[in-house]
């Protein structure tokens, strides 16, 4: 038996993914939902980051935090070991969160009312970052042909005629696309020709299948490198989200500059010091050995889930998972938009997935298969289920 098919009870923990209540339901409704939603792993965290919060937790005082040259050395290590990028100690600036070095770095490229591109789908947050900023969202909506996306050029083209920034995901939340380097050159290059920054999500860069891998955008090109920032971080990869610890990286000098006086401006400055502890653990040879364990795990049950579509809901097609452990389903064959679905299913089947309406295509669902397989089979239980039955009341 593995360890990542330990069922670890989160209800009444303070769990986002297990105590949250969505709009419209009671807590009393919300008991016996098995949650399938928001970007959270029900795994352990690997023995090595906890021996490191341990260690923390023993010394007893939690004071304000500096961060350690040890922490700049995992990073560097990790990045040049396992994806060839060879960052420089100079470029790194952690934050305390993927979400606020987002905004952070629209802030500094920017200016409101510039345009910045998104690639629609996208992940939620993307849509308040562009425009919580003063800035104005350009929609680069990906083409969805033979149950896959690619990247609509002419269209990605024409915006950048005008736009000052893209934000990139890399890989692709919510699809689960792994960006190829011909993909991502090939708008990097675009971006150059117009003078469009490249800011490059790349947080969901270690949850590949086992024998894939994701091309950093930065180390494609040495100019690619100078038009961009990178955030990345260990939080998605190894179930951390919560130490909130992330990075800003970029080989540009001036960009860093922008970026310094923004976290200054916005108090940004200050860092979880578990999260600064944690992430020398998770980027280490024992934490590399975890993550392999849970990419494995996880792609055996992308697996299984799609055995069970294909055998006993083939109207709703499951997009291949490249990438993240963020499963997309087309259920454009159904009576009713997937938010109103999402809602269905939690009310009626005592499940939550994410409707694909908050990611700006409401035809889909998303579904979070990092959780151990008795949870996943149970929950995927509940919601073939409710998909046969809408499918068959029509």
Same mark, same amino acid.
């Given at each position: 038996?593995?360890?990542?098919?330990?069922?670890?009870?989160?209800?009444? /923990?303070?769990?986002?993914?297990?105590?949250?209540?969505? /709009?419209?339901?009671?807590?009393?409704?919300?008991?016996?939902?098995?949650?399938?939603?928001?970007?959270?792993?029900?795994?352990?965290?690997?023995?090595?980051?906890?021996?490191?919060?341990?260690?923390?937790?023993d010394h007893g005082i939690f004071g304000y935090t500096k961060v350690p040259e040890d922490y700049f050395r995992a990073e560097i290590e990790w990045f040049s070991r396992r994806h060839g990028w060879k960052i420089e100690r100079e470029w790194i600036r952690p934050i305390g969160g993927l979400v606020p070095a987002a905004s952070v770095a629209i802030r500094a490229l920017t200016r409101?009312?510039?345009?910045?591109?998104?690639?629609?789908?996208?992940?939620?947050?993307?849509?308040?970052?562009?425009?919580?900023?003063?800035?104005?969202?350009?929609?680069?909506?990906?083409?969805?042909?033979?149950?896959?996306?690619?990247?609509?050029?002419?269209?990605?083209?024409?915006?950048?005629?005008?736009?000052?920034?893209?934000?990139?995901?890399?890989?692709?939340?919510?699809?689960?696309?792994?960006?190829?380097?011909?993909?991502?050159?090939?708008?990097?290059?675009?971006?150059?020709?117009?003078?469009?920054?490249?800011?490059?999500?790349?947080?969901?860069?270690?949850?590949?299948?086992?024998?894939? $891998?994701?091309?950093?955008?930065?180390?494609?090109?040495?100019?690619?490198?100078?038009? $961009?920032?990178?955030?990345?971080?260990?939080?998605?990869?190894?179930?951390?989200?919560?130490?909130?610890?992330?990075?800003?990286?970029?080989?540009?000098?001036?960009?860093?500059?922008?970026?310094?006086?923004?976290?200054?401006?916005?108090?940004?400055?200050?860092?979880?010091?578990?999260?600064?502890?944690?992430?020398?653990?998770?980027?280490?040879?024992?934490?590399?050995?975890?993550?392999?364990?849970?990419?494995?795990?996880?792609?055996?049950?992308?697996?299984?889930?799609?055995?069970?579509?294909?055998?006993?809901?083939?109207?709703?097609?499951?997009?291949?998972?490249?990438?993240?452990?963020?499963?997309?389903?087309?259920? /454009?064959?159904?009576?009713?938009?997937?938010?109103?679905?999402?809602?269905?299913?939690?009310?009626?089947?005592?499940?939550?997935?994410?409707?694909?309406?908050?990611?700006?295509?409401?035809?889909?669902?998303?579904?979070?298969?990092?959780?151990?397989?008795?949870?996943?089979?149970?929950?995927?239980?509940?919601?073939?289920?409710?998909?046969?039955?809408?499918?068959?009341?029509?």
């Amino acid at each position: 038996m593995s360890a990542f098919d330990t069922v670890i009870s989160r209800r009444n /923990s303070s769990s986002v993914k297990w105590d949250a209540v969505p /709009s419209g339901f009671t807590e009393g409704e919300m008991q016996d939902v098995i949650p399938m939603w928001v970007a959270d792993m029900d795994f352990k965290a690997a023995p090595c980051i906890l021996d490191a919060l341990k260690a923390k937790l023993d010394h007893g005082i939690f004071g304000y935090t500096k961060v350690p040259e040890d922490y700049f050395r995992a990073e560097i290590e990790w990045f040049s070991r396992r994806h060839g990028w060879k960052i420089e100690r100079e470029w790194i600036r952690p934050i305390g969160g993927l979400v606020p070095a987002a905004s952070v770095a629209i802030r500094a490229l920017t200016r409101p009312g510039d345009e910045v591109i998104v690639q629609v789908p996208a992940y939620n947050c993307f849509f308040n970052n562009v425009t919580e900023t003063g800035c104005v969202l350009s929609e680069n909506r990906l083409v969805y042909e033979n149950g896959r996306y690619t990247i609509d050029f002419e269209d990605f083209e024409n915006r950048c005629r005008t736009a000052k920034a893209f934000l990139l995901c890399n890989p692709h939340n919510p699809t689960g696309r792994l960006w190829t380097r011909e993909e991502l050159e090939r708008m990097g290059d675009i971006c150059l020709k117009y003078g469009v920054k490249v800011i490059s999500d790349e947080i969901h860069c270690d949850i590949v299948p086992p024998g894939s $891998s994701y091309t950093p955008f930065a180390v494609i090109k040495e100019s690619f490198a100078r038009n $961009s920032i990178c955030f990345n971080s260990p939080t998605k990869c190894f179930n951390i989200a919560g130490l909130l610890i992330s990075n800003i990286v970029s080989a540009n000098a001036d960009f860093l500059k922008r970026i310094d006086r923004v976290i200054c401006e916005w108090e940004h400055r200050d860092l979880n010091q578990f999260g600064v502890a944690a992430l020398p653990a998770a980027f280490s040879a024992e934490g590399e050995k975890w993550l392999d364990g849970m990419n494995a795990y996880v792609h055996d049950n992308f697996l299984y889930l799609k055995e069970r579509f294909a055998g006993e809901l083939p109207e709703c097609p499951v997009l291949e998972l490249e990438a993240t452990y963020l499963v997309w389903v087309d259920c /454009s064959a159904l009576p009713l938009p997937a938010t109103e679905l999402m809602d269905s299913l939690i009310r009626n089947e005592k499940v939550w997935v994410n409707g694909g309406g908050m990611y700006g295509d409401d035809k889909f669902i998303r579904i979070n298969i990092a959780c151990p397989r008795a949870t996943l089979e149970r929950g995927l239980d509940r919601i073939v289920h409710g998909i046969r039955k809408t499918i068959d009341n029509g």
